[in-house]
């Protein structure tokens, strides 16, 4: 008989040992709930393919958001959907944009909870993807980098004007981040930190997020902007490069099929590192709950768990709400 092995069995028999010894804890305040805004009064509307998730109107939402807070959920990340979308987004940043005044709402309703921002273009525009269309040197559409980056910038500095705690560029156009960066420094939100969507992978794991978002591309699809799931090292150099564009927080998407990814990123960098538990790794567990071939909270947790023992500092997830009573039980 193995005496190490003995040993190893004694503290797991005994549930106490089992706690105290623990390897990784998780613990809501690792948690980041993702909300969905549209304008109008009364509403919480359920997004099919995402049960026990809603699209909110303002007033709803602030309503939800002191319901996180009270459980002890630190945040939220906002998006938006707009009234009105044109080739360009510029709904995302108009003078009335929706998150922008749902962001004034939720920081006086709610003043202790942060408020983060997702910043993208596909919410926003009529096409679905993350930016300004252009044709390239094969005279096929697809996204133009410069372009999309100064409609970056405008968006975020719309969210930090509103109040925005931190805002979160996710879509995936090189340079962003040390250009917002550089436009909040001029204009005096120095003190708002960048959470970068660094490594976003072109994932089939988004689909129900798009119902959600109402933002499925017309044409095409994202991987000419988004990363190659093959690639490890290629993530490595992008979260690089946002760190040394002055990303404060760097995020891997998705989490449960790129935890090597978070892994590796977490031994590397010294940043904090996020992961986001996307739609369709929520939607799969849902979906086999629903049909009793899976016990829910357990599943939904020991997948929290991994991504937080694959080194994320915060886990963006649609189980918060659901986590955080779970761990206050």
Known sequence: MSFPTVRLRRMRRNPTFRRM???????????????????????????????????????????????????????????????????????AFAQDAIVPRTVELVKKAVPGLCVITDVCMCEYTDHGHCGAITKNIDGELDVHNDKTIALLVEEALAHAGAGADMVAPSDMMDGRVGEIRMAFDERGYDEIPIMA????????????????AESPPSFGDRKTYQMDPANLQEAMREIEFDIEEGADIVMVKPALAYLDIIRAGSDNYEVPMAAYNVSGEFSMIKAAAQNGWIDEKGAAMESLLSIKRAGASLILTYWAKDAATWLNE
């Not at 007033?59 to 979308?85: H, Q, W």
């Not at 969507?197 to 798009?210: E, H, L, N, Q």
């Open 21 to 91: 010894v623990r390897e990784t804890k998780l613990s809501v305040d690792d948690l980041i709930m993702p909300l969905f805004v549209r304008s109008g009064s009364g509403i919480k509307k359920e997004i099919t393919s995402m049960p026990g998730n809603y699209q909110f109107s303002p007033d709803m939402l602030v309503e939800e958001a002191r319901e996180l807070y009270d459980l002890g959920i630190p945040a939220i990340i906002l998006f938006g959907i707009p009234d009105s979308k044109d080739p360009e987004g510029t709904s």
């Open 197 to 212: 969507y660094s490594a976003k992978f072109a994932s089939v794991f988004y689909g129900p997020f798009r119902d959600a």
